[in-house]
C-alpha cells in the first residue's frame, strides 16, 4: 500500500505564472487535507477536501489559491499568477474516513517562485 | 486564539543523551495531541497520539506525557540515536474542527556524534 504521492517534489516557477500541485492519497483514503510550511515556520492548514467536496476553506488565501478533489484522480492545489511570497513547502495529508483519524503526510513539493 | 507553542526551539545533545521537548497549548475544546517527528525535507510522520484522558504514551525510544489541567506536553527521547536530528512537532486537534491540526512550529533537534 503506497503512502501519500505527490508531485512533483519540486517545481519551479517564474512570477506570474501558474503552479499546479498534485496529491494522491493512500488507498482507501477519501479524505484530503493541504498544509504550507513557509521556511523557518510551521506548518499551517490551507483546506480539507473530500471526493468532490471542499468541507473547510478557511485556510486558504482568498486570492490566486484553489484546491479540487475530484472523482477521479488526485486531489490538485492550483497557485495562479504566483508571487515569491508563494515560496515554501507544501504538503498533502489523507485520513480514511472521519476527520479524526490519523492523518498521513506525503513527502511535499517545495515550490520556488523566481 | 487557539495556539500551540513549543520548547526550546532547537537543542543540540551527544548521541546516547536523554532529552525532553516541551508543549504547550491553548486549544480548547481539545480533542487529542499528536507528535510528529519530520526529517530535513521529508513530511511529518506520527510518533503517539493521546486523547486528553491519557497521561502518558510511549513508542520505542519515544515517551509522550500529557497534562491535560495545565494543557502541557512533553516528548521525552530516551538514548538518543544521530537518526533522531529532525524536527518534533506538537500538534493539537481541536474537538470542534473536522480535522484541522494546530501544529506548533517545531522544535529542532541535532544529535552529535
Known amino acids: 500500500n503506497a503512502g501519500v504521492m505527490q508531485n512533483p517534489r519540486h517545481l519551479v516557477r517564474r512570477r506570474g505564472q501558474e503552479a499546479r500541485l498534485r496529491c494522491s492519497p493512500m488507498k482507501g483514503h477519501s479524505h484530503v487535507y493541504w498544509y504550507r510550511q513557509l521556511p523557518e515556520e510551521g506548518l499551517k492548514f490551507m483546506v480539507y477536501l473530500q471526493k468532490e467536496n471542499i468541507i473547510d476553506e478557511s485556510g486558504m488565501p482568498k486570492e490566486r489559491f484553489s484546491a479540487e478533489f475530484p472523482k477521479e484522480g488526485p486531489s490538485i492545489l492550483r497557485i495562479q499568477q504566483v508571487v515569491r511570497g508563494d515560496s515554501a513547502a507544501y504538503f498533502c495529508a489523507s485520513s480514511p474516513q472521519l476527520a479524526d483519524n490519523e492523518q498521513f503526510f506525503g513527502p511535499g513539493t517545495r515550490l520556488t517562485v523566481l | 486564539k487557539n495556539q500551540v507553542e513549543q520548547s526550546p526551539q532547537s537543542l543540540i545533545i551527544l548521541e546516547g543523551k536523554n532529552c525532553t521537548l516541551q508543549?504547550?497549548?491553548?486549544?480548547?475544546?481539545?480533542?487529542?495531541l499528536r507528535w510528529y517527528k519530520q526529517d530535513t525535507g521529508r513530511g511529518p510522520v506520527s510518533l503517539t497520539i493521546m486523547t486528553f484522558s491519557e497521561n502518558t504514551k510511549s513508542n520505542g525510544r519515544y515517551t509522550a506525557t500529557l497534562d491535560a489541567d495545565t494543557k502541557q506536553s512533553s516528548l521525552h527521547i530516551t538514548a538518543s540515536q544521530l537518526s533522531d536530528s529532525a524536527s518534533y512537532i506538537c500538534v493539537v486537534i481541536h474537538s470542534g474542527n473536522t480535522g484541522k491540526l494546530i501544529f506548533g512550529q517545531g522544535t529542532t533537534l541535532q544529535v552529535k556524534p
Open positions: 508543549c504547550n497549548y491553548t486549544v480548547s475544546p481539545f480533542s487529542n
